[in-house]
């Protein structure tokens, strides 16, 4: 058989059988540094979160001038870091995000910059496959700890997300807690490293 039909088939069987995307977690050195995304997120450390905060993109996609960053709701700052860290331009809120943005990855697969999905506690009695179910929407920073609500790569290798959180505003915070775990609907990758 010639070596691009080897090539081919072997690049087919990846794709058809989901392979290529059940790959493990990229995992931080204890010696790299946040990822850039997370830094910028950072400088927002502590921001307020104000519910229908105004987004860096309107409705209709243009840049939106009377965007501040001196507040934040969830969707407005994955919109927010997502662009200006990432280069990704993602709809306007969490329902739309997790809609319209992206393709879904397994949890297991999670990989710095994707978009966590989370519904919340008035909405979690919705069937399960419901989008109106969304309530929260996070980026994933990687594997790590958190101190002082800030994102530190290694250590003990627990998931951690990059959030605007109605109880404290911007902050990293672990993923694998009973809270977290109990309100996780879906993962969607937005950016190939």
């Not at 969707?75 to 990432?86: D, E, I, K």
């Not at 605007?164 to 490293?193: L, Q």
Request: net charge positive.
């Amino acid at each position: 058989m010639k070596k691009w039909m080897i090539g081919f088939m072997t690049t087919f069987t990846l794709i058809t059988t989901g392979f290529a995307q059940t790959a493990p977690p990229v995992v931080a050195a204890t010696t790299q540094s946040a990822p850039y995304f997370v830094t910028l997120g950072e400088k927002f450390y502590g921001t307020p979160y104000l519910i229908g905060a105004p987004r860096y993109f309107t409705w209709n996609g243009k840049i939106n001038p009377s965007f501040t960053g001196q507040s934040f709701d969830c969707s407005s700052f994955t919109q927010y870091v997502a662009w200006m860290g990432l280069g990704v331009k993602l709809s306007g809120t969490s329902y739309d995000q997790g809609q319209k943005d992206g393709y879904f990855i397994p949890k297991s697969s999670l990989r710095s910059g994707d978009l966590v999905f989370f519904t919340t506690k008035d909405k979690a009695s919705l069937p399960k496959g419901d989008p109106n179910r969304v309530g929260h929407v996070s980026l994933f920073a990687g594997y790590g700890d958190v101190m002082n609500g800030r994102f530190v790569p290694g250590g003990s290798y627990r998931p951690v997300m990059l959030e605007a959180s109605t109880s404290a505003g911007v902050k990293c915070v672990y993923m694998d807690t009973a809270y977290w775990t109990n309100y996780y609907i879906a993962s969607k990758r937005i950016v190939s490293w």
